[in-house]
């Protein structure tokens, strides 16, 4: 089993900057991949960046060049940090990951609003 616990999100002008992270606990050792996602009112789920335990990156085209997903795996702890935000952006950021073994799990999801 693994527990995620996200912190960080909020309330961010347009244009600002923020960052959330995400820290696993339980069996670590089988974490694969680690990612956000994210889920304005009305809108399906989708992702926003994913990171391997490598290092290897992928981004939603929506954040490509305003995203850094980055990770700590001796911390167990994958990051977002978001820059130039906008309206869009706004919505509730999930984390997931996925083990070796295919099993995924979601973090409690944080909130993250752009508005003047």
């Known amino acids: 089993q693994v527990q995620l616990v996200e912190s960080g999100g909020g309330l961010v002008q347009p244009g600002g900057s923020l960052s959330v992270s995400c820290a696993a606990s339980g069996s670590t050792g089988r974490i694969n991949v680690m990612g956000w996602y994210r889920q304005a009112p009305g809108k399906e789920r989708e992702v926003v960046a994913t990171?391997?335990?490598?290092?290897?990156?992928n981004y939603a085209d929506s954040v490509k060049g305003r995203f850094t997903i980055s990770r700590d795996n001796a911390k167990a702890t994958v990051y977002l940090q978001m820059n130039s935000l906008n309206a869009e952006d706004t919505a509730v950021y999930y984390c997931n990951l996925s083990t070796w073994l295919g099993t995924v799990y979601w973090g409690q999801g944080t909130q993250v609003t752009v508005s003047s």
């Open positions: 990171i391997t335990r490598s290092g290897i990156t």
